[in-house]
C-alpha cells in the first residue's frame, strides 16, 4: 500500500496552510521515547526495518533517550551510525515519556508520525492494523486500545484513574480508550508542537488539535526485559500533567516554552515545529 493511500483521497495530506521546520522527507516518522531501553532497540530497529521493508514504504526512526542510566544511548549511536534513517537524541536531564515523545514529534519528517514504546510490549508488526484503519475510517487519529494488558496491579488501575480524568479535563471523546502506540497524521502533529507546552500530556495536545480520531484493538505483548518505569509517584505526576493540560490552565499562561532540554543528536539538524 502507498503512503497516499493510507488516508482517504478528500484528505489534505500536503501541509497546505501549516509551515513545519521540516520537510515532508519519508512516509512515517516512528518516535520512540527511550528510558534504560539498551536491550531492546536493536531487535526493535530491526523488527520496524523487516515491517516497513514488506509495506513498501519510507520511514525514518528517531529514537529519544531520555536520559537513561544503561547503555542506551551508546545502543542508539551505533544504530544511527549504521544507517541514516535510524535518528537518536539524547536529553539533557529526565523529562518523561511525554517531553520525549513531544522532542521526537519536532524532529518528524514523515507524512505520518507513530509513536510506540521501546520495550516490545507494542509490537511493530501491528503497525498495518494502525495503517489499514486510518484508511478505513478516514481519521486523523488512531490510537491501539491494548487487549489484554500485561501491566501490574497497580499500573492498570493507575491508567483507568487517568482514564477517567482525561475524560473530565482534556475533551476526550467518550469511549476512546488511549495508549502510547498511535498514528497521527502530520498536519495534527504540527499543530500539537505549535501548543508549545512545557508540561505536555501527549492526548491533551491531540484533544486541542482534533476530536477525529477511533481505536484498533491490538495485543498487548509481555516485556521481555525489566519492569516498567511507571512507579506510583510518576502515576501521580501524569495525572498533574493532566490537569495542566486543561484549557483553563493554559490560558492563563502557566506552563508554556520549552519541555527539555538537547544534550545531543545523531543524523538530525535543527528541530522543526511550526514556524
Known amino acids: 500500500m502507498n503512503a497516499d493511500k493510507a488516508i482517504r483521497a478528500d484528505k489534505d495530506i500536503t501541509n497546505k496552510g501549516i509551515k513545519t521546520g521540516n520537510d515532508i522527507i519519508t512516509g512515517y516518522s516512528v518516535v520512540i521515547p527511550v528510558f534504560n531501553g539498551g536491550k531492546t532497540v536493536k531487535e526493535l530497529t530491526l523488527r520496524l526495518e523487516r515491517v516497513f521493508e514488506r509495506l513498501g514504504e519510507t520511514f525514518e ?71 489499514e484503519r486510518m484508511k478505513e475510517t478516514g481519521c486523523r487519529v488512531i490510537i491501539a486500545r491494548l487487549a489484554g494488558k500485561k501491566h501490574l496491579w497497580y499500573r492498570r488501575w493507575a491508567s483507568h484513574f487517568v482514564r477517567i480524568l482525561a475524560q473530565a479535563v482534556i475533551n476526550k ?77 493554559q490560558r492563563l499562561g502557566m ?7 538537547i544534550a545531543k543528536t545523531v543524523n538530525l539538524g535543527e528541530p522543526g515545529g511550526i514556524e
Open 61 to 131: 526512526i528517531i529514537f529519544v533517550d531520555d536520559n537513561s542510566s544503561d547503555n542506551s544511548w551508546a545502543e542508539l549511536e551505533a544504530l544511527a551510525g549504521k544507517d541514516q534513517r535510524i535518528k537518536a537524541v539524547r536529553l539533557a536531564a529526565n523529562s518523561g515519556q511525554h517531553s520525549a515523545t513531544v522532542c521526537g514529534m519536532s524532529f518528524a519528517g514523515g507524512r505520518w508520525v507513530i509513536t510506540m514504546d521501546d520495550d516490545l510490549q507494542h509490537s511493530p508488526e501491528d503497525i498495518p492494523i494502525l495503517i
Open 173 to 249: 471523546p467518550p469511549g476512546l480508550y488511549l495508549s502510547s502506540f498511535r498514528l497521527i497524521e502530520r498536519q495534527v502533529v504540527g499543530q500539537m508542537l505549535a501548543l508549545n507546552y512545557s508540561c505536555p500530556y501527549v492526548p491533551a495536545l491531540i484533544f486541542r488539535v482534533t476530536g477525529d480520531a477511533a481505536n484498533v484493538e491490538i495485543p498487548h505483548r509481555e516485556r521481555k526485559y525489566g519492569s516498567s518505569a511507571y512507579t506510583v509517584p510518576k502515576m501521580i505526576k501524569l495525572a498533574g500533567r493532566l490537569f495542566l493540560n486543561n484549557p483553563g490552565i
Open 255 to 261: 506552563c508554556t516554552g520549552p519541555a527539555c532540554i
